[in-house]
């Protein structure tokens, strides 16, 4: 029993060493981002909108920033068409290539080509409430994670 204990510990000592590690690496990713996206308490709308909270957020929520709209094929329009969530796998596929996703939208982006540099980076963001103030990423991860498993197949 006090063996499986101490395993038990060094696991978890493991995993959070493993996932500052990600983290770091997460927010050298971000810097492509940062031409044009925001975080943090004091965030602003830029050439794109805040990505405060974005982890579990609904897709064109951002107050005070202007989506691209009125054209089959840009974020809104999509939304509206049904409303989508910003979950792991839709914003895996948007970062790994945006126009596939959205194909009249205007993040003018390639995409990110390392499907490492994407989950980094989708942790990197997970930290970030809709405030701005920093979090455990993985409790985020696993709620979201527990909300999208409840959902009805369809
Ligand atoms: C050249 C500027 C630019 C760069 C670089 C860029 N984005 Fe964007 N991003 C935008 C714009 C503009 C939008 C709004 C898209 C629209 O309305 O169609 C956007 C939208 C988004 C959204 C949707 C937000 C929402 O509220 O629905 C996410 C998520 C996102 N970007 C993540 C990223 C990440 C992560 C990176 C870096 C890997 C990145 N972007 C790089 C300009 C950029």
Redesign the pocket.
């Known amino acids: 029993m006090r063996l499986l204990i101490v395993i038990f510990a060094l696991l978890c000592v493991g995993s959070t060493a493993a996932a500052a590690g990600e983290l770091v690496d997460g927010q050298k990713?971000?810097a492509?981002?940062?031409?044009?996206?925001d975080v943090g308490p004091t965030a602003k709308n830029k050439?794109?909108?805040?990505?405060n909270g974005?982890v579990g957020?609904?897709?064109?929520?951002?107050v005070g920033?202007?989506?691209?709209?009125n054209k089959e094929g840009?974020?809104?329009a999509i939304?509206e068409a049904e409303p989508m969530t910003?979950d792991v796998e839709t914003?895996t596929n948007?970062?790994r290539k945006?126009k596939d996703v959205?194909p009249?939208?205007?993040?003018?982006?390639a995409g990110?080509k390392k499907d490492e540099?994407i989950e980094n980076?989708?942790l990197y963001?997970a930290q970030f409430d809709a405030d701005g103030n920093e979090v455990d990423p993985e409790e985020i991860l696993s709620a979201l994670e527990e909300s999208t498993s409840q959902e009805p197949a369809d």
Not at 32 to 37: V, W
Not at 65 to 69: I, L, P, R
């Open positions: 990713v971000f492509k981002c940062k031409a044009c996206h050439v794109g909108p805040i990505l974005v957020r609904p897709w064109g929520v951002v920033y202007k989506y691209s709209a840009t974020l809104l939304t910003w914003l948007y970062l945006p959205i009249k939208g205007t993040m003018s982006f990110l540099d980076v989708i963001l």
